[in-house]
C-alpha cells in the first residue's frame, strides 16, 4: 500500500548517501580484484606447466596474490573510511533539498531501488503525489485544502525509469508543461506520480492500483474522470494498473478514461535485451565475469524493461487492452521521417516504433508516429501536447 504523504528529502537525507556510495565502492573494487587475479592466472597456470618453472613460479604467484590482496583491500578500507568521514565532515542544514541532489535521489532509485527497499534505505522513494512541486497527502482535509473548488477530473503523470515528478517540468521551447496546460485548457487537476522506478514493474503498477484506490475514494465531491498519462515505463504501470483494478473490480477503474503512453516499451526495451546478453556473454569467461556480476546488480526495475509487458501468463504477449479505456500510444523517431527505418531499428534511443506503439493490440487505441524526438523530448513536445489537448477534448 502507498504512503498517503509523499515525502521531499531533506538535506539530511544526503547522510545516507554515505554508506551506499562506500559499498559501491567496496563492490567495485572486489571486483576489480578478481579481474585482476582471473588475468595474472593466465601466465601462471603457463609457466606451471614449464619444468624447473613450476616451483618458482608458484612461489611469486603466492607473493603476487598477497601483495595484491593488501593493496585491493586497503583501497577499498580506506576509500569507505574518507567517504563515511568525509560525509559528517558536511553541514546538514534544514530545509528542502535542491534540484540536484533530488535528481541523484531519483537515478539512484533507478538503477538500485530494489536493493534500497531491501535494506530498508531513507533513499528508497515511497509512492505519493505531487503538485505543483509539493507532497500531497491523499487524504480528504489535504485534497479539499489544496483545491477549494475541485475539479471533477484529473490526470495522473507518471514519469520513467530514474526519474521523479520534475521530469514533467517544462522544456526550453514550452512556457509551461502539460500538466498545467490541461489544468488551465481543460480543467483537469494534474497530480503527479514519484515512485521507486527500481522496483518490479508489477510491484510498482499494485501500488499505483491502490493508490488510485485512495485518491478515488478520498478526492472532496468524488471524482467523474480519470486519465493516466505515463512517459516510458510510466505507462507501463498505467496499463498494469488498470489490469490489476479489472482483476480485482477495483471502483475506480470505471473512471479511467483515456491511457495515454509516450515512448513506453510495452514489447520491451532494446538496450536493456542488449544488456541482457552483454551480462550473459561477460558471464561466460572467468576473465570478464566479475564484470558480468557488476552488471547483474542493475534492479529489476531496469531488467523488466527488457520485456515490457509481456508475461508467460498471456504467451509472450501483452495484456489485452480493456473495455471503456482509450488507448493512445506516441512514438519518437530521431529521423525527422516519423516512419523511416530507423525507427524501427533505434526508435527514440530508447525505445523502437514497434514497441512503443504495440500493434499487435485491438480496441479503441490511436497510435502516433512524431519525427525528430528523442526519448525524454517526449516530455516537452509541442505535438504533443497537441495530441494530449485533442484527445481530451473529444
Known sequence: MPNTSAEVPSHQDAANYAPLLAQALTETTARVAEMHHAIARV??????????LALPSRLVQVVHDGIAGKVYGAVASLGSRAILA???????????????????????????????????????YQMGLFADGRPIAVAPDTLAAWWPEPPRRVCLLIHGLSCDESCWSPGPAMAAGYGSRLEADLGYAPLYVRYNSGLAIDDNSQRLAALLTLLSRNWPGGLDEIVLLGHSMGGLLARAACQHAHEQQLAWLPKVSKVICLGSPHQGARLEQLGRLATLALNATPITAPLGRIAQTRSIGIKNLGQGLRSPAWRGKTPPLLEGIAYRFIAGNLHSNPNHLLGHLLGDGLVTLGSATETGLHGDIARVRLGAVGHMGLLHDERVYGLLHQWLSE
Open 43 to 52: 601466465p601462471f597456470s603457463v609457466l606451471a606447466r614449464i619444468p624447473f
Open 86 to 124: 568525509s560525509d559528517r565532515l558536511l553541514p546538514a542544514p534544514d530545509g528542502p533539498a535542491g534540484r540536484l541532489a533530488v535528481g541523484v535521489r531519483s537515478a539512484v532509485n533507478g538503477v538500485f531501488g530494489d536493493h534500497l527497499a531491501d535494506s530498508d534505505s531513507r533513499l528508497g
